[in-house]
């Protein structure tokens, strides 16, 4: 079975630039997790969602970054515009329930400069 | 306040020492789950186990153990006879309900533990 399939894995762009990250959820998952890992911060949940819905996006951290889910097998992290500081590695993760193991997708390296 | 707490930042050993990975968790919840996850130098997230809070068996995987323990809320990871190829970021992770409850879990990591295995 495939796993959780990220897009790109790695991106490079300019400040001020429009980025768009993607995710395939593993199938028959129903639970999707954007996180942010840094150096400085570790992993931080952005958003989450639960059968294509957003739960929690109290980790998201300012109006520059949306989510979206639009269906079961897809889901986007934009950034717009991109910044310096919002350079970090971004994971998507899927589960069947919110409480059960999650499984990670490669990431996407994320560089803005 | 931290919800899980990995204390040891850094940890270097000889390759065929034991090594163990501390974590502490903190919360309010009577159900929760909690997880550990290995992150190699490649960089992906790969799952090792799983524990929900009802069941405290300590539980032996080939050179892995877990040791979870409700009192201290520790849920501890032991590696034997370390390899270099166990060389990693171990994460410890907790899983409880968001507010409201319902079937919505929320997972958060430590800070991870660098752990290096020398040859």
């Known amino acids: 079975d495939a796993g959780v399939i990220q897009s790109p894995r790695h991106e490079v762009t300019e400040m001020g630039q429009e980025v768009t990250l993607r995710c395939k959820p593993i199938?028959?998952?129903?639970?999707l997790f954007w996180y942010r890992q840094t150096m400085m911060r570790g992993l931080e949940l952005l958003i989450y969602f639960n059968n294509n819905v957003p739960i929690d996006d109290s980790g998201m951290p300012e109006d520059r970054f949306s989510a979206k889910m639009p269906n079961a097998s897809f889901s986007t992290l934009k950034i717009q515009p991109s910044e310096p500081r919002d350079s970090a590695v971004y994971f998507c993760?899927?589960?069947?329930?919110?409480?059960?193991?999650?499984?990670f997708g490669q990431g996407t390296r994320l560089t803005v400069v | 306040a931290q919800k899980v707490t990995q204390a040891q930042t850094e940890i270097s050993v000889v390759e065929k020492e034991d090594v163990t990975l501390d974590c502490v968790y903190e919360?309010?919840?009577?159900?929760?789950?909690l997880f550990w996850y290995k992150q190699p130098p490649s960089g992906e997230l790969v799952f090792l186990i799983r524990?929900?809070?009802?069941?405290?068996q300590n539980e032996i995987s080939g050179r892995y153990s877990w040791n979870f323990q409700k009192s201290t809320s520790s849920f501890n990871f032991t590696i034997t006879a370390s390899q270099v190829v166990d060389s990693a970021v171990y994460f410890c992770a907790l899983s409880e309900a968001f507010e409201g409850g319902g079937s919505n879990y929320k997972l958060t990591f430590g800070k991870g533990t660098l752990l290096t295995v020398n040859p």
């Open positions: 524990r929900n809070s009802f069941d405290e």
């Open positions: 919360t309010r919840d009577t159900t929760y789950y």
């Open positions: 199938s028959g998952h129903n639970s």
């Open positions: 993760a899927s589960s069947r329930q919110g409480w059960t193991e999650a499984f």
